[in-house]
Structures are given as structure tokens and as C-alpha cells.
């Protein structure tokens, strides 16, 4: 059937840059190539690029230009939010709260303030991933001053209740941070009727290009700069921007609230098709995840007597590309993060599958992949003496 063709199915890692984005980003690399800072016409035109990207961003969003960063992507955004609070309301507090399944640019960004004396709840999980309001209402205290707490996860597409979680931040006077790289361009989103203080974003989760993100920071936010140097960003992040990247984002970010509901209807329905077929035809197989408040584009399973690993070389041999969890942390040969907090052992969480679609999908690589992925999880399973002794009923 699609021997020759390789499917893509990992667009939480990345996605490629849409052809509408690329043309708007081209002449900034060859023509319009002035400095923003720059007070000539040059810089000029590069300026007034780099504000309608910043409107568009703000757009999207429900935001104000003026609230609107850029970085080099959503692990910088992680950071500065982080450090960068906790940094200027030290007098305030030194308590911040987030959840075990944040992405390790929050994770590990949060042990380094710990090491520096702050103080950090990671609030728990149900199986399927998503957070106890009535948890995170206990762990709050006099001290807290921050809560951080991602959209969508990356692995799983639990989308957590956003709106809830910011309006009782907001009623205790907490900023209230979102890692929202994987939601933008699937969830619709708006900051203010969210009460969302700040959200990080990355451009290549959504058609446009890598090396760029950006930071919703609500107006008022008492926040330290990250990266010192020039004044670029009005003075909150310094470097010279990536004009390209930054048109690059604003368009992609256009396009993919624009369409948002087509985006997803067809995601939907290829994502059903998937894991009603997954389920059915796969025997001791576990979906991940909420089973409705999820991504549109996530299917995560776990196999039960086979290797992860073992697992994704297979597809890529039939030319089928996925993952075992973040993208960031393929290269670990430790069980994810994720997948432990929600209470799976070391052995099952193992044995993970990540499958998430996008706009270059069709009905018929699903129908290649639930020809092939049976095939391979029996043949793997063949190979195991514990498989052996389930099936034989011993």
C-alpha cells in the first residue's frame, strides 16, 4: 500500500512549516533584512513586521500587542516566567505550585529555584492526568505566589480546566502561568475570560517555524527580565529579533486560529477511527489520556509485554514515524514521567505509543497504520516468554 511513502504521525514533536508561512517568511531573509532597532527605513520596515506579527499573536489570543514577547521558543518562555516571578515577588512569597506532568522546561527549572530556597508543590494527577481543583486549592498558601500549570500535556493530551484554575488564582491574588505549547492551534483560547496572567507558546507546534515562541505577559505583571542585553521587546528581552521566525510565527498563528473548528472536525474524526481501531484490534492495550478532554490530534497507548523502543523502530521500517512521549526526551531510556504519575508501573509505562495527526494526515494512513501496528505489536510480543505465558493462560 504506502511502502514507499513515509507517514508522519508525531506532529506534538513538530510540524513542518506551512507553504503560506515560508512565502511570508522569505523576503525578510533577502529584501525587507533591516534591523528593527534600526532608525532608517530599513529597520523601519523590519519594525512594522515584526508589529503585525505581534498583533496577530495578540489576536489569537485574546491579548493586547503590547502584552505579546517573543523568544526563542517555549522553553526560554518556561524559564522567564519561573525565575522571572519568582525572582520579583521574593518579598511577596517563595511558594509556587505546579503539577508532576509539566514539561521538563518547567520541571527542571523548578528544582533549580528549590535550590535556591523557594519552595515547590507538585500537585498530583488522576489516571488520566488531570489535576484536582480541590488540590490545588489545599496546597495554596500565604506564601504562594505563582501557579504554573501546562494547557494540554504533551504526552498524553489531557487539557486541564483552565478557566477554573485561573479563576481561583485570581481570586487569591496568584499569578497564574500556562504552558500552552501544545494547545494553540487545538483548544481555543483567550487570556482575559481565562484569567490567564501569562502563556508560553512555541511556533513550530503549529505549521511555523523553529527557534521561535513567544510570552503573553498581562499587563501589570510584576516580572524580571531573563536575558539582559539590548533593548529589544520594549525592553523586556534582549537580542536582536528573528524577524523571519517572528513573521513566520504571527502567520502560522493566524492560520491556525483561523481554522481552528475545520482543523479539528477533521482531526476528530481520524483520531476516532484510530483508537476505536487501536483498541480493537490490539488485545491488552491501554489508552492514555483523558478519554474526551484531550487534544483533537493525540492517541497515546501503552502495550503491555513489548518495548517502546522496540516498538517505534518497527514503524519507522514501514515508514511510519511516532514517539514514546515527549520529543525532548527521546533519547532517555528511563519510563516517562507522565505516564508514572498517573500510576503506571515502570514495566507497562514502557511500552508507550504517542500517535499524534495533523493537517497532512488522511483516512488512509490511519487505515495503513492499523494494518501494520497489529502486525508489529504480535511480533514483538512473540518474543516474550511473559506474552507467552498470559496467552497460554499459565
Given at each position: 500500500?504506502?511502502?514507499n511513502?513515509?507517514?508522519y504521525?508525531?506532529?506534538?514533536?513538530?510540524t513542518g512549516t506551512?507553504?503560506?508561512v515560508?512565502?511570508?517568511m522569505?523576503?525578510?531573509?533577502t529584501?525587507?533584512?533591516?534591523?528593527?532597532s534600526?532608525v532608517?527605513?530599513?529597520?523601519?520596515?523590519?519594525?512594522?513586521l515584526?508589529?503585525q506579527?505581534?498583533?496577530?499573536?495578540?489576536?489569537?489570543?485574546?491579548?493586547?500587542?503590547?502584552?505579546?514577547?517573543f523568544t526563542?521558543?517555549?522553553?526560554?518562555a518556561?524559564?522567564w516566567?519561573?525565575k522571572?516571578?519568582?525572582?520579583?515577588n521574593?518579598n511577596?512569597?517563595?511558594h509556587?505550585i505546579?503539577?508532576a506532568i509539566?514539561h521538563?522546561a518547567v520541571?527542571?527549572?523548578?528544582e533549580?529555584l528549590?535550590?535556591?530556597?523557594?519552595k515547590?508543590?507538585?500537585?498530583p494527577?488522576d489516571?488520566y492526568g488531570?489535576?484536582?481543583?480541590?488540590d490545588?486549592?489545599?496546597?495554596?498558601t500565604?506564601?504562594?505566589?505563582?501557579i504554573?500549570?501546562?494547557?494540554?500535556?504533551?504526552?498524553i493530551?489531557?487539557?486541564?480546566?483552565?478557566?477554573?484554575?485561573g479563576?481561583?488564582?485570581?481570586?487569591r491574588?496568584?499569578?497564574?502561568?500556562?504552558?500552552?505549547?501544545?494547545?494553540?492551534?487545538n483548544?481555543k483560547i483567550?487570556?482575559?475570560?481565562?484569567?490567564?496572567?501569562m502563556?508560553?507558546l512555541?511556533?513550530?507546534k503549529?505549521?511555523?517555524?523553529k527557534?521561535?515562541?513567544?510570552?503573553?505577559?498581562r499587563?501589570?505583571?510584576k516580572?524580571?527580565?531573563?536575558?539582559?542585553g539590548?533593548g529589544?521587546e520594549r525592553?523586556?528581552?534582549?537580542?536582536?529579533?528573528?524577524?523571519?521566525?517572528?513573521?513566520g510565527?504571527?502567520?502560522?498563528?493566524?492560520l491556525?486560529?483561523e481554522n481552528?473548528?475545520?482543523?479539528?472536525e477533521?482531526?476528530?474524526k481520524m483520531?476516532?477511527k484510530l483508537?476505536?481501531g487501536?483498541m480493537?484490534?490490539?488485545?491488552y492495550t491501554?489508552?492514555n489520556?483523558?478519554p474526551?478532554?484531550?487534544?483533537?490530534?493525540?492517541a497515546?497507548?501503552?502495550?503491555q509485554?513489548?518495548?517502546?523502543?522496540s516498538?517505534?523502530?518497527?514503524?519507522d521500517?514501514?515508514?511510519i514515524?511516532?514517539?514514546?512521549?515527549?520529543?525532548?526526551?527521546?533519547?532517555?531510556?528511563?519510563?516517562?514521567?507522565?505516564?508514572?504519575?498517573?500510576g503506571?508501573?515502570?514495566e507497562?509505562?514502557?511500552?508507550?505509543?504517542?500517535?499524534?495527526?495533523?493537517?497532512?494526515?488522511?483516512?488512509?494512513?490511519?487505515?495503513?497504520v492499523?494494518e501494520v501496528?497489529?502486525?508489529?505489536?504480535q511480533r514483538?510480543?512473540?518474543?516474550?516468554?511473559?506474552?507467552?505465558?498470559?496467552?497460554?493462560?499459565?
Amino acid at each position: 500500500m504506502k511502502m514507499n511513502k513515509r507517514i508522519y504521525l508525531d506532529h506534538s514533536a513538530t510540524t513542518g512549516t506551512k507553504q503560506e508561512v515560508l512565502e511570508e517568511m522569505l523576503p525578510v531573509f533577502t529584501t525587507n533584512y533591516g534591523n528593527p532597532s534600526s532608525v532608517h527605513s530599513f529597520g523601519r520596515d523590519a519594525k512594522k513586521l515584526v508589529d503585525q506579527a505581534r498583533m496577530r499573536v495578540a489576536k489569537a489570543l485574546g491579548a493586547l500587542p503590547e502584552e505579546i514577547f517573543f523568544t526563542a521558543g517555549g522553553t526560554e518562555a518556561d524559564n522567564w516566567v519561573l525565575k522571572g516571578v519568582a525572582y520579583a515577588n521574593k518579598n511577596k512569597g517563595n511558594h509556587i505550585i505546579t503539577t508532576a506532568i509539566e514539561h521538563h522546561a518547567v520541571l527542571h527549572t523548578c528544582e533549580q529555584l528549590e535550590k535556591e530556597g523557594y519552595k515547590v508543590t507538585y500537585l498530583p494527577v488522576d489516571s488520566y492526568g488531570m489535576i484536582s481543583l480541590e488540590d490545588l486549592k489545599a496546597s495554596i498558601t500565604d506564601e504562594t505566589i505563582l501557579i504554573s500549570i501546562m494547557y494540554a500535556n504533551n504526552e498524553i493530551g489531557t487539557v486541564q480546566p483552565i478557566e477554573e484554575i485561573g479563576k481561583i488564582a485570581r481570586e487569591r491574588k496568584i499569578y497564574f502561568h500556562t504552558d500552552a505549547v501544545q494547545a494553540v492551534g487545538n483548544v481555543k483560547i483567550d487570556v482575559k475570560a481565562q484569567n490567564i496572567d501569562m502563556l508560553s507558546l512555541s511556533g513550530h507546534k503549529f505549521y511555523g517555524p523553529k527557534g521561535i515562541g513567544a510570552l503573553y505577559i498581562r499587563k501589570g505583571t510584576k516580572i524580571l527580565n531573563l536575558i539582559l542585553g539590548g533593548g529589544q521587546e520594549r525592553g523586556r528581552r534582549a537580542g536582536t529579533e528573528n524577524v523571519p521566525g517572528i513573521v513566520g510565527l504571527g502567520k502560522a498563528i493566524e492560520l491556525a486560529t483561523e481554522n481552528i473548528d475545520s482543523h479539528n472536525e477533521k482531526l476528530l474524526k481520524m483520531r476516532k477511527k484510530l483508537i476505536d481501531g487501536v483498541m480493537e484490534k490490539i488485545p491488552y492495550t491501554r489508552l492514555n489520556g483523558h478519554p474526551e478532554k484531550r487534544l483533537p490530534n493525540n492517541a497515546n497507548f501503552c502495550f503491555q509485554y513489548i518495548e517502546g523502543e522496540s516498538l517505534l523502530l518497527n514503524l519507522d521500517m514501514k515508514g511510519i514515524a511516532g514517539s514514546s512521549g515527549s520529543a525532548c526526551t527521546s533519547g532517555s531510556l528511563d519510563p516517562s514521567h507522565v505516564l508514572l504519575a498517573i500510576g503506571l508501573s515502570h514495566e507497562i509505562a514502557h511500552g508507550s505509543l504517542r500517535l499524534t495527526l495533523g493537517d497532512d494526515n488522511t483516512e488512509e494512513d490511519i487505515d495503513y497504520v492499523l494494518e501494520v501496528l497489529p502486525e508489529i505489536v504480535q511480533r514483538l510480543r512473540s518474543m516474550s516468554p511473559l506474552y507467552e505465558k498470559v496467552k497460554g493462560g499459565k
